[in-house]
């Protein structure tokens, strides 16, 4: 079968998920379901899977999908017990007295305290630990789910203590013999070391503007102006928070390797900012606030509304504000100890504690969930202590587990389709042709020769997109793109270039794939709304990507490529400018 007939059958049901959920936004639920039985058929008519494959692929995307689901029980759980115990209003009185401001209050929140979530665990933590603490203090449900989606890009290819790198790059290189050969007489450890400090660099000069998009965005979408020029005011604030986090994120990636870049580039960010906020230090001098909740638009909403979560649970006191914040601090210690101490690591991913389907249906596919290692049981034992802590008292503890539990059904459909279809569709290298995602990216190569680092990027993001996890993009693409840099000319160490555009491009993609976004609205209650979220998120992946591409072209072939770069981001900045003030049509439907 010609190449190009197979590259379109392979794009089938991406451009069915896009068309359904983004332009004529149907509900997640009914898009995977179509995108699930569309490759199911692709993939036995065309690629030659065998039943038993397809089976093994679903039930192991039903099994990861069932661990999202505790993750996702998880977070709403802590978020429902310190509601339930009136410990909120502390929290919402403290970021008062930091800032009013809510482009401060977002950045501080999703920017700095979200990327050190993501740097002790990864895989969408931070949406679910930071997405209802905004929706706490006020936020619009869509609002704290687009900012929290947005950061999902620069701390993600060190996300879970280097993960991405350590595994998802590691096994896609690994045990080649012409990857070995080619970096000789460099190890592939130290390779990948060399590696994280570029993936760093490049991640540092893409993402330092990252807090100033996304308050933009935020002003944008769910201000009473819907203007990005609300958001840009605080450009000073934005940059100076940008710069705090991807510093100090580089350097430990130059000097420490891939573990902790976001972790403790998290971590000093908010030793810097929030010092200096308390002291004034460039904070705006008018203070943003969303429109009255009479103005919102009905698809803000959650159900866990802004006015639900500001109330005071009925018998509800007085809680410190060091008290009330101390089931995160709980959450951050326990992940940082869970992924760094080595024997407690080892006792919770041992054997004995991982539910393991091996070899299903005699497919070679395994299924496995680590529950105890799962970030799910650290936002679960965070909230029994949160319970002894609190005082509380057993009949607000309970109708903190029934609301948890009513929020993540409402979610599991959605996630119970896709991640089934996103393993068959990454599965279909296992009949008689190359994976779907392989022939996309082999195809896209091929006709775009020596500009290809521009695109490498896109197809790091398109694997994120798909399989939903940064990690899985670099072990799906990362020997492809190794094998495109020498195509195109670069050999040995010179590889490195075109490999960080693929780790880059894989956490961008974070932004926009589909179990993502729905497990970062379900923590909030917001659902069937999946489309709109990924219209607005696209704008920023879309920078991200491109921008990433035009720097690696800088790194590797130097000269005008730089010029370029600024451009592009100075067209960006002129385009979100020229269109403050429209009406918002995402938020019309």
């Known amino acids: 079968m010609p190449q190009f007939a197979l590259f379109a059958m392979a794009l089938l049901p991406i451009a069915i998920v896009l068309v359904l959920l983004v332009i004529l936004r149907r509900s997640a639920k009914l898009s995977m379901l179509v995108a699930y039985v569309v490759t199911v058929g692709l993939a036995m008519a065309v690629w030659g899977l065998d039943l038993s494959v397809v089976g093994a692929a679903t039930v192991n995307g039903l099994v990861t999908a069932l661990a999202l689901l505790f993750i996702i029980f998880g977070a709403i759980l802590v978020l429902e017990t310190v509601q339930e115990s009136g410990a909120v209003r502390a929290i919402r009185d403290g970021f008062t007295a930091l800032s009013p401001d809510r482009r401060v209050q977002a950045i501080i929140i999703a920017w700095l305290f979200g990327s050190m979530i993501e740097g002790a665990s990864g895989f969408g933590t931070p949406a679910a630990v930071a997405a209802p603490l905004l929706v706490a203090i006020g936020f619009p449900a869509m609002a704290a789910v687009l900012v929290t989606l947005i950061i999902q890009s620069t701390p993600v290819s060190f996300g879970a203590v280097g993960t991405p790198m350590l595994v998802g790059v590691t096994t896609g290189l690994s045990n080649n013999e012409g990857v070995a050969a080619s970096i000789a007489p460099v190890s592939l450890p130290e390779y990948i070391v060399m590696l994280a400090a570029n993936v760093a660099l490049v991640h540092a000069l893409v993402g330092f503007i990252i807090p100033l998009i996304m308050v933009g965005m935020m002003t944008r979408f769910f201000g009473a102006n819907r203007s990005f020029r609300d958001g840009f005011a605080v450009w000073p604030f934005a940059l100076f928070c940008g710069f705090a986090f991807t510093l100090p994120y580089y350097l430990v990636a130059l000097l420490l390797g891939p573990e902790f870049p976001s972790l403790l580039g998290g971590l000093i960010g908010?030793?810097?900012?929030?010092?200096?906020?308390?002291?004034?230090?460039?904070?705006?001098?008018?203070?943003?606030?969303?429109?009255?909740?009479?103005?919102?638009?009905?698809?803000?909403?959650?159900?866990?509304?802004?006015?639900?979560?500001?109330?005071?649970?009925?018998?509800?006191?007085?809680?410190?504000?060091l008290r009330a914040w101390s089931p995160y601090f709980v959450i951050a210690v326990l992940l940082v100890a869970t992924r760094t101490i080595d024997p407690l690591k080892a006792a919770l991913t041992s054997a004995a504690a991982t539910l393991s389907f091996p070899d299903l249906f005699g497919s070679g596919i395994s299924a496995n969930a680590e529950l105890l290692y799962s970030p799910g049981t650290i936002m679960?034992?965070?909230?029994?202590?949160?319970?002894?802590?609190?005082?509380m008292s057993a009949k607000a503890y309970g109708r903190a587990w029934s609301n948890s539990a009513r929020t993540m059904v409402a979610a599991a459909p959605a996630l119970?389709?896709?991640?089934?279809?996103?393993?068959?569709?990454?599965?279909?290298?296992?009949?008689?042709?190359?994976?779907?995602p392989l022939i996309l990216a082999e195809t896209t190569a091929g006709a775009t020769g020596a500009l290809w680092p521009l695109f490498a990027p896109l197809i790091g993001a398109l694997g994120a997109f798909i399989a939903g996890s940064n990690t899985v993009s670099n072990m799906m693409f990362s020997l492809f793109q190794f094998s495109a840099a020498e195509q195109i000319g670069l050999t040995g160490l010179a590889t490195i270039?075109?490999?960080?555009?693929?780790?880059?491009?894989?956490?961008?993609?974070?932004?926009?794939?589909?179990?993502?976004?729905?497990?970062?609205?379900?923590?909030?209650?917001?659902?069937?709304?999946?489309?709109?979220?990924?219209?607005?998120?696209?704008?920023?992946?879309?920078?991200?990507?491109?921008?990433?591409?035009?720097?690696?072209?800088?790194?590797?072939?130097?000269?005008?490529?730089?010029?370029?770069?600024?451009?592009?981001?100075?067209v960006v900045l002129a385009g979100m400018f020229a269109n403050s003030g429209r009406s918002a049509r995402l938020q019309s439907a």
Request: glycine share 12%.
């Open 270 to 321: 908010l030793l810097i900012v929030v010092p200096a906020t308390r002291r004034g230090f460039l904070q705006p001098t008018t203070s943003f606030e969303f429109p009255k909740r009479a103005g919102w638009n009905e698809s803000w909403f959650g159900t866990l509304a802004p006015a639900q979560l500001q109330a005071d649970a009925p018998g509800t006191r007085r809680i410190g504000l």
């Open 380 to 391: 679960i034992v965070t909230s029994l202590i949160a319970f002894f802590v609190f005082g």
């Open 416 to 436: 119970l389709i896709a991640v089934p279809m996103v393993q068959v569709f990454l599965n279909t290298g296992r009949g008689s042709l190359d994976s779907m």
């Open 497 to 570: 270039g075109v490999v960080t555009l693929q780790a880059v491009g894989g956490a961008a993609g974070n932004m926009i794939c589909v179990h993502n976004v729905v497990a970062a609205s379900a923590v909030v209650g917001l659902t069937d709304r999946e489309g709109d979220i990924i219209r607005m998120t696209l704008i920023p992946m879309a920078y991200y990507t491109l921008q990433a591409g035009l720097i690696g072209m800088a790194l590797i072939a130097g000269g005008l490529w730089w010029a370029l770069a600024a451009i592009w981001l100075a």
